[in-house]
């Protein structure tokens, strides 16, 4: 078997630098391309530019010798509890409208520019973003979380008008895991994207997530649940210390509780062409976000080469 090249990728807001020096260091750390949902410290919003900056963003990643293989405006659907949407007029919320037009925004600039998928989030479980999080025991408990009919006929009506909109633009839509999004396991990401039944349903796998959220078994049946809809793997790695206390620690990738070998051995026996997208989130002693990149690159290539 010849040697397979994985491709790797950077999320760039995790620099936390002006969007070309966030690029100049991602061609520097080794990505070969990237994602990003702004644009750096110094830019303006993406819902304001026009085509003739939107091609401007183009020539810039090409300069520096990297491409865009994922790319939104902003978050859509991260920060909404689905349960605040009315199953038959989720349409007139205005916080719906409003992620609404940033995805189709996304897709827009998506089309112009090339990039084959956009990247969306896919909802808040019950009080999530408030200090209680009622529903956390529950979706531990359970890996996971159990999805109510309702909740998800509202997800499949949801994302029926998102794969309306992609079908005009020819874009696929990339979910994103999260904890404390519906699509926190691939347990519930495969009930998902089957609901949808749609090729344009693809994903970004976070396995960090994944464990964070219960799923016990992501690099093996979580692999095989994933796999048929991979665009890219978000990397960062934790330690869960206490799951049902929802108490863990982020820290280098490789040094925690994900078991990367055996996904990279998994996506290297498929010739799996998924971008690895790494992230941070651990911070070193000396702060720096770009030292944390750095650890984080470094440690994914001792892995690569030890499989």
């Not at 293989?69 to 991260?78: D, M, Q, R, T």
């Not at 790494?278 to 976000?289: K, Q």
Request: contains cysteine; charged residues 25%.
């Amino acid at each position: 078997m010849t040697e397979h090249r994985f491709r790797l990728g950077m999320y760039l807001p995790e620099l936390a630098l002006p969007f070309d020096d966030s690029l100049a260091k991602a061609k520097e750390i080794g990505a070969d391309c990237v994602w990003f949902n702004t644009l750096g410290t110094d830019g303006p919003s993406m819902r304001e530019l026009d085509d003739a900056a939107v091609d401007r963003i183009g020539e810039q990643v090409a300069s520096h010798g990297l491409e865009i293989f994922l790319i939104n405006v902003g978050n859509p659907f991260k920060q909404i509890h689905l349960t605040d949407l009315d199953l038959d007029c989720m349409e007139e919320n205005p916080e719906f409208r409003q992620d609404m037009d940033d995805m189709v925004r996304s897709m827009q600039i998506a089309a112009r520019l090339g990039v084959g998928a956009v990247g969306v989030f896919t909802f808040a479980w019950p009080g999530e973003y408030t200090a209680a999080k009622p529903t956390w025991p529950m979706r531990w408990l359970t890996r996971g979380g159990h999805i109510a009919d309702v909740d998800m006929e509202k997800l499949v009506r949801a994302f029926s008008f998102a794969l309306e909109e992609a079908e005009k633009y020819d874009v696929d839509l990339a979910l994103s895991m999260m904890p404390w999004n519906y699509t926190n396991t691939t347990g519930n990401f495969r009930r998902l994207a089957e609901a949808l039944n749609s090729p344009r349903i693809k994903v970004m796998w976070g396995p960090s997530d994944n464990m964070n959220s219960g799923e016990a078994d992501v690099a093996t049946a979580g692999f095989l649940n994933i796999h048929p809809y991979l665009h890219g793997l978000h990397l960062k790695d934790l330690t869960v210390k206490d799951g049902l206390q929802l108490d863990f620690s982020y820290c280098p990738i490789g040094e925690g509780d994900v078991d990367y070998p055996a996904i990279l051995r998994s996506l290297r026996d498929r010739r799996s062409d998924a971008v690895l997208s790494v992230a941070t989130h651990f911070v070193p002693p000396s702060g720096s976000r770009e030292e944390a990149m750095q650890i984080n690159y470094a440690n994914l290539r001792r892995m690569i080469a030890e499989i």
